[in-house]
DNA sequence: GTCTATACGGCGATAGAC
DNA sequence: GTCTATCGCCGTATAGAC
């Protein structure tokens, strides 16, 4: 019988949720410490240089749950070029189209890459990771330079599909881009 | 000889450039009123709902003074299908390129759609306009449906593109999707 | 219209008991 | 590891003199 107790991933798992809702400078300790069930203090005990080394944790917990397998993906030898643009779709579908926060590297970016040095290399990984796993689909059919301008304006695409998703609460503009995202293979 | 005096045009127009940077929640009117030259209280003389209210007029003021311009551009009979869309991309480069906040209205969307109903009417405006304006451009040479599709790509490419020049410090990213909004006519 | 002064709450952060 | 208590600061907002 395991012991119920509080895990660091516990924390950054809920705390993803809470970012990703209300933003970066919105969210207070006071409300990750209601949505974790802790009082607001035990954050310092696992994070302690606050709320910028947990943020930090969270976009880095993004990355590897998201991106990185996205890559795997992409690089599997074993899997069909245009089956693994259609895995990536539902992948993306899983992740953004029934989630009201969007995409919480997307908002980020935007909110603090003026102001919050320490979170850019974590966003960059996040969009070069991200860029780069369609970039080697590409490949398969199209030049380098082709392929990566593809992969660039995938994401860009997927991107601004969420923000309007978001905005105008219709899922078919992300729908639309990851179809777009397939029609250059075939 | 005019009296140099506080309006509320130069309040707005301020208080656009520090929300670009800093981001809507991140923004106090101790910021502000630095910006402005103004004790922190004399904005709500001005504003008597304080900082929501500012900050829907600065939405408001955005909406007028860009994509309303482009939308008369978009009508405009006088000018050739295809010089529209350069000059459209061109005060896009006016708008964007030299502008490290970005897109307020791309930002604020981000931040604050699952917060604050009050901005959603304006951020909604903003992008229906502005696809509006490049859906009347493709139908020149599209099917309403195909130009309406090309044009919220196109809205979506920039947007993401605005996102990436942000994070990575490089304007490829929207050059490159401006030349894309280009390429679909000829 | 513009200013000074200030109330009041919430924030990040720390100390220290258990 | 987890808790309670608390500190000092900064946020929005208001009152009222000029």
Redesign the interface.
């Known amino acids: 019988m395991e012991k119920i107790k509080t895990t660091k991933e516990d924390l950054i798992i809920k705390s993803l949720e809470i970012f990703g ?3 970066y ?2 969210t207070s300790f006071k409300d990750l410490a209601a949505a974790c069930n802790i009082p607001s203090s035990l954050f310092y005990y696992y994070f302690k240089d606050g709320k910028e080394e947990l943020m930090t944790e969270v976009l880095k917990y993004v990355v590897h749950s998201s991106v990185k397998k996205l890559k795997e993906l992409a690089q599997n030898p074993e899997i069909l070029v245009k089956d693994k643009l259609a895995k990536i779709s539902r992948f993306m579908e899983r992740l953004y189209l029934e989630n ?3 995409c919480i590297m ?2 980020t ?7 919050e040095p320490r979170f ?1 290399p974590t ?2 990984e996040f ?1 070069k990771d991200w860029i780069e796993a369609y970039t080697i689909i590409y490949q398969t059919q199209y030049q380098p330079d082709k392929a990566l ?1 593809l992969a ?2 995938t ?7 969420i ?2 998703m ?3 609460q219709d899922k078919k ?1 992300l729908r ?2 990851l179809r ?1 995202s397939e029609k250059w293979l075939d």
Chains 1, 2 share one sequence.
């Open positions: 809702l209300q933003g400078h919105n009201p926060a969007g997307g908002n970016t935007l909110e603090t890459a003026l102001l850019l966003l960059k969009f301008e660039e304006a994401v860009q695409d997927i991107e601004g599909g923000m309007l978001k905005l105008f503009y639309n881009a777009r």
